[in-house]
């Protein structure tokens, strides 16, 4: 089993759409939790962290659940903008070593008008 | 501020030659690290840095060395290069520690025949 799994997609949808990618992990000891965001042939950058009490920005959100070990993020009236690939990131603790950062192969999305 | 920068963005190897992959940062971060992205698969760490002068190994070092001999600068070597290798690697730096936001490079596409 993978430490972070993504579906991999490809998600297409319309413009305006509501999409939401799941990500589930394998070490039950990480405290933090993070979206990327990919474009193609670039560098990951920070979508937003994720927080226990689930967190929005924006047309954003993201939620984690703890017992099932799963991050979720939902991305409301998506934007032509939007096509990207989503990187779930999680970190270890005791298992990896805190300051190893696990990615997930990412979920691409194309928004299409 | 340039963020990080990464030198060169593409290189050709033989097998068994070796090179040096340079990444810079003018944030003034603590951690550095270096990721490899292969297709299909999310990124992996391979060294990464705490400190000026300090070095620790990531999920997959094998094959590469680290030096971070001065703060802003963290340096990936491959001393005898495998087709294996072929990836793109990403260096990254944060202002502390996992917890934080990490700030990715554009990335050196290095292909190795």
């Known amino acids: 089993r993978k430490e972070v799994e993504q579906d991999p997609g490809p998600f297409n949808v319309p413009e305006g759409a509501t999409v939401a990618f799941n990500c589930t992990y394998s070490n039950s000891a990480s405290q933090s939790f993070f979206w990327y965001r990919q474009d193609c042939r670039k560098e990951p950058k920070l979508l937003m962290s994720v927080y226990s009490s689930g967190n929005e920005d924006g047309r954003f959100t993201a939620q984690l659940n703890r017992a099932s070990q799963y991050i979720s993020l939902l991305i409301r009236d998506s934007k032509l903008s939007d096509s990207a690939t989503y990187l779930c990131?999680?970190?270890?603790?005791?298992?990896?070593?805190?300051?190893?950062?696990?990615f997930g192969a990412g979920t691409r999305l194309t928004v299409k008008p | 501020n340039a963020g990080v920068t990464q030198t060169p963005k593409f290189r050709v190897l033989k097998t068994g030659q070796s090179m040096t992959l340079l990444c810079a940062q003018d944030m003034n971060h603590e951690y550095m690290y270096w990721y490899r992205q292969d297709p299909g698969m999310g990124l992996r760490l391979i060294h990464y840095?705490?400190?000026?002068?300090?070095?620790a190994k990531g999920e997959v070092p094998d094959g590469y060395n680290v030096s971070r001999l001065k703060k802003q600068n963290f340096l990936l070597g491959l001393e005898s290069a495998a087709p294996s290798q072929t990836s793109v690697y990403f260096c990254?730096?944060?202002?502390?520690?996992?917890?934080?936001?990490?700030?990715f490079g554009p990335g050196t596409r290095l292909t190795v025949l």
């Open positions: 990131v999680v970190n270890g603790a005791t298992q990896w070593n805190n300051n190893d950062m696990r």
């Open positions: 990254a730096s944060s202002y502390f520690d996992s917890y934080n936001e990490q700030f």
């Open positions: 840095s705490v400190g000026e002068g300090t070095t």
